[in-house]
C-alpha cells in the first residue's frame, strides 16, 4: 500500500491519540495535535509529565484515555515507541503512525525519528496498520513548509513504505 492510502486510512480514524506533545517547547507533536484538533478530531493528549495539554487533559498513556483510540501518532524517543505500540497492542488499536524528520527510509534520519523497527514489527505481528516514518502534518492540509517537505520525500523516494 502506498503511503497516501495510508495516511488516508489513519486519516479516517475520527478519535486519535497523539503521544508526545510537550509543554518545555512547540513541536511537530504539537502542531499535529493543534491540527488534528481544528479538523474536527477526537484528539487526545498523551505525555506521563502533564496533566494538562492546550486546555485539555493531558494523559499519562493510553490506557488512562477514557475512550479508546482508534489511531495513535508518536513523536517519541524510539524505544519509548516500542511500550506505546505495546499498549495499542492490549487495546487493540488499528492504525499507528510512527513520526520521522526525514520520510520513511530506514536508519535515515538517526536521532530525528520516533521508528522503531522492532515496533513496527509488532505492529506488522498484530495487523495493525503501520505508517513507519513522516508525518501527518505532510497530508492532512499542508503548510507551504510541510507541502514542500512531502514533494521532495516523494522526488527522492523517501516516502516508499514496505
Same mark, same amino acid.
Given at each position: 500500500?502506498?503511503?497516501?492510502?495510508?495516511?488516508?486510512?489513519?486519516?479516517?480514524?475520527?478519535?486519535?491519540?497523539?503521544?508526545?506533545?510537550?509543554?518545555?517547547?512547540?513541536?511537530?507533536?504539537?502542531?499535529?495535535?493543534?491540527?488534528?484538533?481544528?479538523?474536527?478530531?477526537?484528539?487526545?493528549?498523551?505525555?506521563?509529565?502533564?496533566?494538562?495539554?492546550?486546555?485539555?487533559?493531558?494523559?499519562?498513556?493510553?490506557?488512562?484515555?477514557?475512550?479508546?483510540?482508534?489511531? !495513535?501518532?508518536?513523536?517519541?524517543?524510539?524505544?519509548?515507541?516500542?511500550?506505546?505500540?505495546?499498549?495499542? !497492542?492490549?487495546?487493540?488499536?488499528?492504525?499507528?503512525?510512527?513520526?520521522?524528520?526525514?520520510?520513511?527510509?530506514?536508519?535515515?534520519?538517526?536521532?530525528?525519528?520516533?521508528?522503531?523497527?522492532?515496533?513496527?514489527?509488532?505492529?506488522?505481528?498484530?495487523?495493525?496498520?503501520?505508517?513507519?516514518?513522516?508525518?501527518?502534518?505532510?497530508?492532512?492540509?499542508?503548510?507551504?513548509?510541510?507541502?514542500?517537505?512531502?514533494?521532495?520525500?516523494?522526488?527522492?523516494?523517501?516516502?516508499?513504505?514496505?
Amino acid at each position: 500500500m502506498k503511503i497516501d492510502e495510508m495516511a488516508r486510512d489513519f486519516l479516517a480514524q475520527k478519535r486519535i491519540a497523539v503521544v508526545g506533545v510537550s509543554d518545555k517547547r512547540d513541536t511537530g507533536c504539537n502542531l499535529a495535535y493543534r491540527k488534528l484538533k481544528e479538523a474536527g478530531y477526537q484528539v487526545y493528549a498523551v505525555n506521563p509529565r502533564i496533566t494538562q495539554y492546550d486546555g485539555a487533559p493531558c494523559y499519562p498513556d493510553l490506557k488512562s484515555i477514557p475512550e479508546k483510540p482508534e489511531a !495513535v501518532f508518536i513523536l517519541t524517543n524510539p524505544k519509548v515507541t516500542e511500550q506505546v505500540v505495546q499498549q495499542c !497492542v492490549e487495546l487493540g488499536v488499528r492504525h499507528v503512525w510512527m513520526h520521522c524528520m526525514m520520510g520513511t527510509k530506514p536508519g535515515l534520519a538517526a536521532g530525528m525519528t520516533s521508528v522503531s523497527q522492532d515496533a513496527v514489527a509488532l505492529c506488522k505481528a498484530n495487523g495493525i496498520a503501520v505508517i513507519p516514518g513522516s508525518c501527518p502534518n505532510q497530508f492532512l492540509k499542508p503548510d507551504f513548509g510541510h507541502g514542500m517537505m512531502r514533494g521532495l520525500f516523494r522526488a527522492f523516494g523517501l516516502l516508499n513504505v514496505n
